[in-house]
């Protein structure tokens, strides 16, 4: 059974920053990419980030150059850092892999970026 353990959205002012991350076992982290998704009610879920098993990336053009995906080998953990948030970035966002051709999601954290 894959499992996305999400932790680290929350309510933030313009400008400002988050950090989320994203747990799984040894097995999934060393094996498959890695990913964040975020989706705004009404509207599909886009990606945001992702990486691989071997460190690369890439990023939504949305987010390039505000935010940045990484990954922690000791901890299993993948991580989001989220530079200069605007309002546009409220979501709920969502780590995601793919195992043998099947999605995996985690259970969502909710970011909201309001004054």
């Known amino acids: 059974q894959v499992q996305l353990v999400e932790s680290g959205g929350g309510l933030v002012q313009p400008g400002g920053s988050l950090r989320l991350s994203c747990a799984t076992s040894?097995?999934?982290?060393?094996?498959?990419?890695m990913g964040w998704y975020r989706q705004i009610p009404g509207k599909q879920r886009e990606l945001v980030a992702a990486i691989t098993t071997g460190g690369s990336t890439i990023t939504g053009d949305s987010v390039k150059g505000r935010f940045t995906i990484s990954r922690d080998n000791a901890k299993n953990t993948i991580y989001l850092q989220m530079n200069s948030l605007k309002h546009e970035d409220t979501a709920v966002y969502y780590c995601?892999?793919?195992?043998?051709?099947?999605?995996?999601w985690g259970q969502g954290t909710q970011v909201t970026v309001s004054t």
């Open positions: 040894r097995s999934i982290f060393s094996g498959y990419p």
């Open positions: 995601h892999t793919r195992v043998d051709l099947m999605n995996f």
